[in-house]
Nanobody
Framework: VQLQASGGGLVQAGGSLRLSCAAS????????MGWFHQAPGKEREFVAA????????SYADSVKGRFTISRDNAKNTVYLQMNSLKPEDTAVYYC???????????????WGRGTQVTVSS
């Protein structure tokens, strides 16, 4: 299984970025997909999750109203649209896949390498 995240970069506060995560080696539409981030010196934290069909989503309180998770099962890809970015959003962002049928903030089976997001003030 491979999860390849991309789309990170340097952006000014208030700006936007769209992260992508391309999956291979798994039946993509059978997995809940999630995004997490880890800032320097901090533990990895849940950001967002999306159900198999894309019909249900869940977000951390810190990103509600600013971030949107979506998926394209035909392309085996999950996205994270990040708007109104803040310096505190600076972190490495990881995508992950879970076999569980419900939206979860932990218990993910596969993880990708992260992509760095840096928000300048």
């Amino acid at each position: 299984v491979q999860l390849q995240a991309s789309g990170g970069g340097l952006v000014q506060a208030g700006g936007s970025l769209r992260l992508s995560c391309a999956a291979s080696g798994l039946t993509f539409n059978s997995y809940v997909m999630g995004w997490f981030h880890q800032a320097p010196g901090k533990e990895r934290e849940f950001v967002a999750a999306i159900s198999w069909s894309g019909g249900r989503t869940s977000y951390a309180d810190s990103v509600k109203g600013r971030f949107t998770i979506s998926r394209d099962n035909a392309k085996n890809t999950v996205y994270l649209q990040m708007n109104s970015l803040k310096p505190e959003d600076t972190a490495v962002y990881y995508c992950a896949a879970s076999r569980l049928s419900r939206l979860v903030t932990s218990s993910y089976d596969y993880w990708g390498r992260g992509t760095q997001v840096t928000v300048s003030s």
